[in-house]
């Protein structure tokens, strides 16, 4: 089974602190997605990625970036924290595909900044 | 913009009856999924179906796909309260090979 494992469940970080949330996938997908996830709005699609240090910007990048060094590893990087950037994280990874292939889900990182 | 919309936004049943949820969406599509989160939990894939597919079967799950009315249907069938849970239709489009979630119905099946 596929397991996309995200580095902590619950985060909590001060405004204006530069924030690091890290995914890792063991079942070599080439593409890798990071989500947003808030009440009533759905899940958000914020930076993907399909290779090694590439990545295209999703509905929500503003505030963001990523990076992608390995294959297995996806890092969200929020460069100074802000209060509405609290939400559920959701990293997800998939296979390479001509049509889109199912998402595999991490447990998410649930993230306060105060 | 949602890609795909669910109804209803929320849905309360009794064990062994039936759940239906119901997907509209905007655009052609190559394919729609549908996914369950767990509260506090990742989203897990439940089913894909595809364009040319009017109908797909996975255990008590049945799905069906209108591409001419844009929409889909989730049938759980004899729901346990194991299956509490939201549930997401998920498509991409064939301009693009995002995946575009709707805001999910939640079910809550009473035991």
């Known amino acids: 089974d596929v397991k996309v494992t995200q580095s902590s469940r619950y985060l909590v970080k001060r405004t204006g602190e530069k924030v690091f949330l890290e995914c890792v996938q063991d079942?070599?997908?080439?593409?890798m997605f990071w989500y947003r996830q808030d009440p009533g709005l759905g899940l958000r699609l914020i930076y993907f990625?399909?290779?090694?240090?590439?990545?295209e910007k999703g509905d929500i990048p503003e505030g963001y970036s990523v990076s992608r060094e390995k294959k297995e590893r996806f890092s969200l990087i929020l460069e100074s924290a802000s209060t509405n950037q609290t939400s559920m994280y959701l990293c997800a990874s998939s296979s390479a595909g001509t049509d889109n292939q199912p998402q595999h889900f991490g447990d998410g990182t649930r993230l306060s900044i105060l | 913009s949602q890609q795909g919309e669910e109804d209803p936004q929320a849905l309360s049943i009794q064990e062994g009856e039936n759940a239906t949820m119901n997907c509209s969406y905007k655009?052609?599509?190559?394919?729609l999924q549908w996914y369950r989160q767990n509260s506090g939990r990742g989203l897990v894939h439940l089913i894909l179906?595809?364009?040319?597919?009017r109908e797909k079967h996975s255990g008590r799950l049945r799905v069906t796909l209108d591409t001419s009315k844009k929409s889909s249907s989730l049938l759980i069938t004899a729901s346990r309260a194991a299956d509490t849970a939201s549930y997401f239709c998920?498509?991409?489009?064939?301009?693009?090979?995002?995946?575009?979630f709707g805001a999910g119905t939640r079910l809550f099946v009473k035991a």
């Open positions: 179906i595809r364009s040319n597919e």
């Open positions: 079942m070599d997908h080439e593409n």
């Open positions: 998920a498509t991409d489009w064939t301009g693009g090979f995002k995946t575009i």
């Open positions: 655009t052609s599509i190559n394919n």
């Open positions: 990625s399909y290779d090694v240090k590439m990545k």
